[in-house]
């Protein structure tokens, strides 16, 4: 019985200690959306638009900020997405044709079932 509570300790510490692990900043490479970037037409540059938000409930980069990121990443007419863990930050750029501020913030409220995410301070 001694041995197994020492197992159960050992790894819900190990999980507590490199859950939520910093990544280093600078080793990212190009992302899809980085390189869509570079190879838009003057048509979809006209309507891109860029909104910021703060998020209120992120406790760790790898669960919070990176699915959050991850989703808003996957709409369709986003073309960059960042969510800045310390910063408690979404700066998003998306095709005014596509999307509206309001769905990303319905996109950023709605992750993990939509009661631990809330969005505020909208500037475009």
Same mark, same amino acid.
Do not use: H, R
């Given at each position: 019985? /001694?041995?197994?509570? /020492? ?7 190990? @999980? ?31 309507? @891109? ?22 989703? @808003?990443?996957? @709409? ?41 995410? /809330? ?6």
């Amino acid at each position: 019985m /001694k041995k197994l509570k /020492k197992i159960v300790f050992i790894t819900v510490t190990s @999980l507590l200690l490199f859950s939520c692990k910093n990544e280093p900043k600078g080793t990212d490479e190009a992302t899809p959306a980085e390189t869509a970037d570079t190879l838009a037409t003057p048509e979809t540059t006209a309507n @891109l638009e860029t909104a910021s938000f703060n998020i209120e409930g992120m406790t760790c980069q790898m669960g919070c900020a990176n699915t959050i990121e991850s989703k @808003l990443s996957g @709409l369709d007419g986003v073309s960059d997405a960042k969510v800045d863990f310390e910063n408690k930050t979404a700066v998003v750029k998306f095709d005014a044709a596509k999307q509206t501020s309001e769905t990303l913030i319905k996109t950023i409220e709605g992750v993990a079932g939509g009661d631990t995410y /809330k969005a505020s301070n909208l500037k475009s």
